[in-house]
């Protein structure tokens, strides 16, 4: 392959600014953090950009914003913006993950366990 897109770097700030609209944050991008999952309300809207289309098809479960990053090797601050106009969209539905308070106690679910393996 011979041409611009030879020399496109997979990370460099061209492409990442290609990617964004040259966007580097919103008011929506605030509720977002690493570990925030994401999951596909809708299928993926014809002409999308490539970028949105991979992460409503990755979302059909819940994934963080940290595994999407990490599936379209991007940085994560171009992610939440790519996932800004998703929520904009209404295309994937953004929610906090389980807090750790409120998952039953280890002890508990051992005893459960080991209760089941004697039965």
Do not use: F, K
């Not at 490539?50 to 090797?73: F, G, K, N, Q």
């Amino acid at each position: 392959m011979s041409g611009p897109a030879q020399d496109w770097e997979e990370n460099s700030p061209e492409r990442l600014y290609v990617i964004t609209g040259g966007r580097s944050g919103t008011s929506e991008q605030d509720a977002l953090d690493l570990v925030t999952l994401v999951v596909s309300r809708s299928e993926p809207q014809p002409g999308a950009q490539p970028e949105h289309t991979a992460i409503v098809r990755m979302c059909h479960y819940p994934l963080s914003v940290a595994e999407i990053s990490a599936y379209l090797r991007l940085p994560a601050s171009a992610v939440t913006v790519l996932l800004a106009d998703l929520l904009a969209d209404g295309r994937v539905e953004a929610r906090a993950p389980i807090p750790a308070a409120s998952l039953p106690d280890a002890e508990l679910l051992e005893a459960v366990m080991h209760g089941l393996q004697r039965l």
